[in-house]
């Protein structure tokens, strides 16, 4: 069964509390987090203290994804408000192994996201010390866009990769994921399913969250 991770980007923000209880009494096993900075992609979305908030009510581990500029200078600040897993993107590191030692370091999971363009042949040399790929199925900055179809033979190459170098690494698909996609996404080799609107904006989250969980 996959790991289900609801991203809180879909939530209502003037009701944070709410969604939160409703994602701890759901099937979801973690809470996805989408931290934008308006600079490495063009939306800004919160920070540190909303993060800390949800924190304050969730019972489940806080699934950080940090769409930001030099997230080196904030991962200290993501781990203190909650994070349990904290992914970075490989296009905004220039020393990625770095990064990855620092999170570790933290005691967090380390996690790399990587752009639609961007080859999975490039986390060669840090597979085994990556905790878990982050596959991005849209361009991220926005929730509620259209999955890319391309994902599927990506992440097949991606499991091929992890495999192949006897790691551990997780695989999760984030961006356009529904009810139609997640079983021939499983089915490649996703681990972690990440959705935002399809639970957010389906009449009854819950039940929807149960869905993706037995598809
Ligand atoms: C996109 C974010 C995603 C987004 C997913 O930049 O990283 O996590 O919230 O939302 P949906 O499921 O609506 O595509
Ligand atoms: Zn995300």
Redesign the pocket.
Known sequence: MPIISP?I??ADFANLQRDVEMLNNSDADWI?V?I?DGVF?PNISFGIPVTKAISKHAKKPLDV?L?IEKPENYVQQFKNAGAEIISVHYEACEHLHRNLQQIKALGCKAGVAINPHTNVSLLEDTIKDIDLVCV?S?N??????KFIENTYAKVARLKELILKNNASTLIEI????NAENARPLIDAGADVL?????VFNSSNPEDTILKLKSV
Do not use: I, K, N
């Open positions: 991203s980007l879909a996805h989408d934008m992609v994804h769409m991005m849209v991220p900055g926005f929730g509620g866009q984030d961006g356009g994921v990440v959705a935002g609107s399809f």
